[in-house]
């Protein structure tokens, strides 16, 4: 555990790409098996369940600290992360823990079943034996919530480094449904084993978004493009008569959308496609807040099947008939998906199959290609999708090949209402703010959106000053504030929703510019944003 928390010092106190891998580095050569398990299974999100509710951390964490809550609440909204408060108020240790990561790790999965009582024990003793950094790890752990910075690719780069392995293979490794507590590091890392692969997807390719003027890419040639489709990013994978779905954050969501088992019985086997789950309704792409209501479902009920069917609009295949074709050039492998989507599709037609081909296009110039960005709100897409048509499939993002080339965002003008403070370097500035437009029937504010990204340094200063100063009413962390200030809010997607007050749910907002120039007055309204929805084909009743 010293050493983990040693790995965690030094990447939290660097931005230096070099520094990180050095430091990953050294640790995959110098630590134990097991602990380099657990190591890539923390950095890259395979946490264990969180054994003990937050509530109860705070609790017991202020007892053992002898400071009330409530200033233990008040010094966690300052600090802004539970981990850090707890290592902070709990009272200095000079000891080191002579336990393992992997000891730690073994203990909190088997205290989940046990009782508070026994909990609280536990961690009054782990507490008190931990000096601040290696107390603030073991909090990090038993919350859940470790974040520190360092992507998979950073880890990958720093593996590869101390095994000597490709840094693709070892992407190609860490890819799929491992479990840290059954599998060992030569296991994970250093053998060879075909069993483990047939369930496994490959490492997603992704784009970086266009910078400069899109002529520079070159001979429009060279490119084609398709609409950038706004649903989740996917693998699906038919290998020895079995199906696997898997989404871009490594999940394995196959019991998620049942539709997909017509595949299995379509396509052949060795067939691994790239594409993006749609919800599909009569003949048309739903939007993404309706997708919403199949993410993150136990279940998938018939009534649900029927009131939010999907489809995969597959743009890309990376295996055929059992074989790695990554390598062959984009133009190459779309010939074989196209092939391969006519002769499964021959027989059926888009509503009874819910294969779709995300249809390539080819232009004479530029202009033509943003003449065609421009109607992607009407596709229900993002923008475009711009790929060199002898590129390979790649992995991770990289310059070059593909780029996304999205519709400038939607903007509305809106007043700010609420406030939180912020977190990390912000915690001691009201830099979260909440929303409204106005209802012109009821003349007043309502709230339809957060934002906490877009203003410069100085501006949050600035802000944050004024609502410190306007505050109208406190609400735990939140305050309300005087209706004064403008935002020019920009946001990606809209659509209808029942869940918000507005009526209106809006995709990725964020604060656009600070419109000093406009008194509340000329904020917009409900209706206004209500009037940038693209209208949808009505749907069938069930």
Known sequence: MRNFAELIRTLDSTNKTTLK??????????????????????????????????TLLR?????????PLWLFEESYHIVGDLAETIALIIPVSETNSEKTLTQFLEEMIELKTKSDEDKKQYLFENWKALNYYERFVFCKLITGSFRIGVSQKLMTRALAKATDLDEDILAYKLMGNWDPQKISFTQLILEENEEDYLSKPYPFYLAYAVENEVETLGDVNDWTAEHKWDGIRSQVIIRNDQLFVWSRGEELVTDKYPEFEAFVSAIPNGTVLDGEILPYFENAIGTFNELQTRIGRKTVSKALLKKTPVILKTYDILEWKGKDIRNLAFAERRKILVKLYADVTKETTAEDFPLHLSETISFQNWDQVAAERSRAREERSEGLM???????????????????????PLTIDAVLTYAMRGHGRRTNLFTDYTFGLWNEEKKELVTFAKAYSGLTDAEFRKVDAWIKKNTLERFGPVRSVVPHHVFEIAFEGIAKSNRHKSGVATRFPRILRWRQDKKIEDANTLEDLKGLIVPQPPKEEF
């Open 21 to 54: 891998v050095a430091a990953l580095t050294e640790y995959f050569n110098l630590a134990q098996d097991k602990d380099k398990v657990w190591a890539i299974a923390i950095l890259s999100h395979r946490r264990p369940k969180r054994p003990v509710n937050t």
């Open 59 to 67: 609790t017991w964490a202020s007892e053992l600290a002898n400071i």
């Open 386 to 408: 711009l790929k060199r048509l002898d590129s390979p499939y790649l992995v991770g993002r990289k310059k070059g090949d593909w780029w996304k080339w999205k519709v400038a």
